[in-house]
Structures are given as C-alpha cells and as structure tokens.
C-alpha cells in the first residue's frame, strides 16, 4: 500500500506526524476491503462497527533511530499491521468481542531489545529490535503476525490461559467452526419460516391473508415454533403464549425471529458462551485418581492447572451443553524405588460432537423479550 507514498525528508517530529498520519489512513483505506467481505458473509454494514472506532496503530522509538534511513521498513510494517487488523475483524465478523478484543497494535523499534510479541489490555505490542550495523531492521508480514497470535505467542508459555487458546482465541479455528455452525443452523430455520410465508402467500411486501385461512396460518405458526424450540429452557409454556397472540402479532413475532437467527452480535454473544462454557466444561471435568504405592521409596507427581475465567453470560448459558470426559487414573507401584508422573492434559475435542447448542430456542427467546411476549 506504501508503493506510492513517499515519506517526506524532513525532521523526526515531521515524521512521526506523518507516520501517525499514515497509520490512520491505513485503517480508513482498509474499510472498502472490510465491508465487502463481510458482505459476501451476509453481515450488513450497519451491523458492523468500523475499523477506525475500535482500532489503532501506533509507532513507538528509542532514542536516535535513524528515522530517515528505516522510513520505508516503517511503512511496509505499518501496512502489515493494518492487514493484521482487517483480517481480524473479519474474521469476528465486524463484532466486538468480550475477551482478548484487539484495540491496538504498537510497534515498538529500538536498539538492543529482544524482539517480543505481547497482548495486555487489548494492545498488541510489537517490539523488534534495531540494528545499529547494518541500519535495519527485520520486518513482520501480516502473515507472520497471525502465525504468532494463533499460535498464542502473545500470552506467556507458563499462563494458565496458554493452554485453553485454542479455545479463547477469537479468531480461532473453534469460534470460527461455532459461528458457521450457528449460521447454519440459523440459515435452516429460516428457510422454514419463508416457506410457511410462502404457503401463505406473506412473503411479499404488503400482501395479506385472507380471512378463511387466518386459523391455518396460526395453528401452523405455533407449530413450527414449539417443534424446534425449548418450553423447558424458556421456563414457559410456550404454546400457550403463543395460541393467546393474535395472526397479526405471530407474523411480528417470526420477522423478528428471522432477524435473530442471522444477527451477527446476538450469534457473537453465543459464541462467547460457547467457548467459555466449553473451558469452564473442561476446568471442571471429573478426573479421578487412585494411586497404591509399595516400597521403601516412593516419589509422585500429579499436575493439573487450571484457569478460571469469569463467565456472566446470563440466559444465554442454558442453551449451551457441553459433553465431557471422564478421567480414571489407576496407579499400582511396588518395589524399593518408585516414580511416576501424571499430566493431566485436556485433549482438544471437536466441536460437532463437545458442544451442543440450541441456536434456535435462544434466538426465539430474544424475539419474544423484544415483543414484550416473554417477561
């Protein structure tokens, strides 16, 4: 993107107003390439938040670097931070998310420092080291920054949090599964609903149903509702809410349910519950351990880390199954010297068969809430 922009050559502060400059633009030039990809996800814009109202770029130095030498290296990593960022919110489909939310990427350029990869607080910090012999610096594509946040190099190799990555990540392989798997099964649902509208000829603008066919309609309707939702979860009879609605107030209720199946935020805060039930799933699952030691020297080592992340995702909680493990552990040791060692290590499930989700209850539930139909 730097391929014709030239830096100008005057001063350091000049510089850096322009490289500050040129960050901020970066982001406004990447919306065109956001819009049309989540576009062709069936995101709208106006379902999305902007680059520039989330994200950042900033440029950090040491003392006496050489900014007139290293301009364009600057510039080729800016723009690889500013594609980081793009395929980032794209990959989260526009949304903000409630854990590990990117905010800020700065690059940080110095003599003698280790290079380091670091998220705190939704700033991800880049700092690379300058070499003083050779005027240069090693720069990070865009590719290599994702390598890095994918594989969690950004959180330290003892946090405890290291090992659920793969599962808090939120552009990772597992949300991403969980957020097509939603969409799916939103997708479904909602082709029933357009071919009841269909039936009855309600899927055109300003078309009406006759009179002789209102009650087909209503019982119809309630129908296709109660058999792919929950009572129990919505902790209400929910076919004697609906028979109390009138035609016009059922047809409110399944436009705003098609609207909920597909809404990127409320499937965003899903997937939020999903993978933090799944962690909690596995913080907590039953492992037990019987060990029978003989001898005149015994030596025993038991690990299990566990990490705690708070999880306030009210209603939206039951509509999550996770399917756990059982964990036996046997051990007999006999003789003078014994020594064993356990590592109790999660293995990483797969998503079809270690999480259940009922998609569509929970997005019913919030198209009732809204028509003031569920208390």
Not at 5 to 30: C, E, M, V
Not at 118 to 135: D, M, Q, T
Not at 336 to 355: C, E, Q, R
């Amino acid at each position: 993107m730097n391929a014709f922009i030239q830096p100008p050559t005057q001063s350091s502060d000049k510089l850096r107003q322009f490289f500050d400059g040129y960050a901020a633009q970066l982001l406004n030039l990447q919306q065109q390439q956001v819009d049309e990809a989540l576009k062709r996800r069936q995101v709208a814009p106006q379902e999305s938040t902007r680059l520039e109202e989330i994200y950042k770029i900033s440029l950090k130095l040491g003392k006496d670097i050489p900014l007139d030498k290293i301009k364009h290296k600057i510039l080729q990593q800016l723009d690889a931070a500013a594609d980081f960022i793009r395929d980032f919110h794209i990959g989260v489909l526009g949304q903000k998310t409630a854990y590990f939310q990117l905010h800020e990427i700065e690059i940080y350029i110095d003599y003698k420092i280790k290079s380091l990869f670091r998220f705190s607080s939704g700033k991800l910090l880049i700092h690379i080291p300058y070499s003083a012999w050779w005027f240069d610096f090693y720069t990070l594509t865009s590719q290599e920054i994702a390598i890095r946040w994918e594989n969690g190099d950004q959180l330290h190799k003892l946090s405890p949090i290291h090992r659920y990555w793969w599962l808090l990540n939120p552009i990772g392989e597992f949300r991403a599964s969980l957020r097509s798997m939603l969409k799916q099964a939103g997708q479904n649902q909602i082709l029933k609903i357009d071919n009841l509208l269909d039936k009855f000829g309600l899927n055109r603008l300003g078309s009406k149903y006759n009179s002789a066919e209102e009650g087909r309609f209503k019982d119809e309707a309630i129908a296709l509702l109660t058999d792919t939702a929950s009572s129990d979860k919505l902790g209400r009879d929910l076919t004697l809410i609906l028979k109390n609605q009138s035609e016009s107030m059922l047809l409110q209720l399944l436009s705003k349910y098609k609207h909920n199946l597909i809404d990127p935020r409320h499937r965003e805060a899903m997937v939020e519950v999903g993978a933090l039930t799944m962690q909690e799933a596995q913080q907590q699952e039953d492992s037990h351990v019987n060990i029978k030691m003989f001898g005149m020297v015994n030596v025993g080592n038991y690990h299990r880390i566990d990490v705690a992340i708070n999880l306030n995702s009210g209603d939206l909680k039951k509509y999550v199954q996770p399917i756990t493990r059982q964990i036996d552990i046997n051990v007999v040791l006999w003789g003078m010297v014994n020594v064993y060692t356990i590592d109790d290590v999660t293995v990483k499930p797969s998503v079809h068969w270690s999480l259940a989700v009922d998609w569509e209850t929970a997005a019913l539930e919030k198209s009732l809430k809204e028509l003031h139909l569920l208390q």
